[in-house]
């Protein structure tokens, strides 16, 4: 498989855009054909465990990887104890129509544990092919950081250079990050918002003299070894869900997922499915406060905010207000044409904003795409409601996905909620839903009084420039 630019251009295999990061024309990687899921595919899949459905998903897009050598990556990914289910992905009911696909198993609590640790491996085993170094530069809004920073602590050919916005992430967020002493991770705490360190990262990703200087690369949802990894856990969920569905009525059995979306990757993974066959019906997307998605898939008008308007809210995860994997997305809803997409960029450079209301009734009809904004109060009652009437307590951002996605609930079509995290990274929003406190664990309550290793840093390139120069590995 070929890997192609949103805006032109070729850009290799897999194993090269997994280096990668941005496209040096600013651009995202996208397979220059999407593989295709038949009926008795995925009936092939059925039986498999996660770490082999897993495998053979990569494996449509990671074809320079030889089979066995995924396998490997894949386990190891996926097991020694790394997920605290059996099953990795384990799904229960929630009532009102809804089933809650656990994605937080892993070692950091969040759904981004699902493609990180499967990154982590990947990395080290192209770099080690290629003998090779690689000094990852990202961005978090909450999940990602950990994710990342755990996948790749202590490895000797990566390091991480993560950015967050000081004072946008919950207390357990920051100390998962912080309080890692491996001399590979570095945290930036930059005074601003999430896009504010997005934007930074964008800057120096795109300029192709320092980023091959320094061998710059990425672990946010614009590596598209993450999207791969992503696509999977939505195949798993459809076989389970279908395990229970006669065989003669599976092949066009539906459903639909909700999805709390910051920088559209997740979804973008959804939308994948979808398109090669998973019998998906609708991908709602759910939005907090920061609704510049939801805006776009009601109206057809993408207008970022900028950072001034961007608002610290009880879903830090999706304060997000410019989704870096729309552009994915566009590229699709264009025809799959870099033309019209550079331009439509081209565009939102110069208007901040990009019109394409043209194309508004081809989100939900062709493809199932559907939106909706959830508010603090929202979730607080959302978080309450469910508790109450099942027992299972959500975290905000997957409380934001049930809130949206009971608009859209319909009989027959199991309506399946993806779970961003674990309640227990947002102990005091709980205690506010609640009304009881959330009391930390010993190891919890261990890493929240660890010393924290952390540079603050002004909204500066120039400084995040030098500080990188000085550190990255050669």
Not at 87 to 110: F, H, N, Q, R, Y
Not at 211 to 235: C, D, E, M, P, T
Not at 374 to 393: C, K
Not at 454 to 472: C, F, G, K, S, W
Request: glycine letters at 8%.
């Amino acid at each position: 498989m070929q890997y192609i630019s949103t805006r032109g251009g070729t850009l290799g295999q897999f194993s090269d855009v997994l280096l990668e990061g941005l496209a040096p024309n600013g651009g995202l990687a996208v397979p220059e054909t999407l593989p295709r899921l038949s009926a008795e595919d995925l009936e092939r899949l059925r039986p498999l465990s996660y770490p082999d459905l897993a495998t053979e998903i990569i494996g449509l897009f990671a074809t320079d990887i030889p089979r066995e050598d995924l396998a490997r990556l894949t386990a190891a990914a996926y097991g020694g104890g790394k997920f605290a289910a059996d099953e990795i992905v384990p799904l229960s009911e929630i009532g009102e129509g809804m089933t809650l696909v656990g994605l937080s198993e892993g070692p950091t609590l969040a759904f981004k544990d699902m493609a990180m640790q499967f990154l982590g491996e990947a990395l080290e085993y192209v770099l080690e092919k290629n003998d090779r170094v690689l000094n990852v530069l990202g961005a978090t809004s909450g999940d990602t950081g950990s994710a990342a920073e755990h996948a790749l602590r202590g490895r000797d050919r990566v390091s991480i250079f993560m950015l967050s916005p000081q004072g946008r992430m919950s207390a357990f967020q920051r100390a998962q990050m912080y309080s890692l002493q491996d001399e590979n991770v570095h945290n930036i705490a930059v005074e601003g918002v999430f896009d504010d360190c997005q934007n930074l990262v964008k800057r120096l990703a795109t300029d192709l003299d320092f980023k091959r200087a320094h061998s710059l690369g990425a672990v946010n949802s614009i590596n598209f070894g993450r999207i791969s990894a992503q696509i999977a856990y939505y195949v798993w969920a459809w076989l389970r869900v279908t395990d229970k569905v006669a065989p003669t009525e599976r092949a066009d059995f539906q459903v639909s997922f909700a999805v709390p979306s910051g920088n559209f990757g997740n979804i973008l993974s959804g939308h994948y499915a979808k398109s090669m066959g998973v019998p998906i019906r609708t991908l709602v997307l759910a939005s907090n406060e920061n609704n510049v998605l939801d805006e776009f898939f009601r109206t057809g008008h993408y207008r970022p905010r900028s950072a001034e308007n961007t608002l610290a809210t009880s879903s830090p995860s999706m304060d997000v207000s410019r989704a870096s994997n729309l552009e994915r997305f566009v590229f699709d809803l264009l025809g799959r044409d870099p033309e019209r997409t550079a331009a439509a960029w081209h565009e939102l450079e110069e208007r901040d904003e990009i019109d394409l209301s043209g194309e508004l009734d081809r989100f939900e009809s062709e493809f199932g795409i559907v939106s909706g904004t959830s508010t603090h109060d929202d979730r607080i009652a959302t978080i309450r409601e469910f508790s109450e009437s099942s027992g299972v307590i959500l975290d905000p951002h997957t409380a934001d996905g049930a809130k949206v996605a009971r608009a859209h609930v319909e009989a027959g079509i199991p309506m399946l909620v993806l779970e961003t995290a674990k309640p227990a990274k947002f102990a005091d929003l709980i205690t506010e839903a609640l009304g009881t406190t959330v009391e930390p664990d010993a190891d919890t309550q261990a890493m929240l009084d660890a010393p924290a290793r952390v540079t603050n840093m002004p909204h500066d390139e120039q400084q995040l420039r030098a500080y990188i120069n000085e550190r990255a590995l050669r």
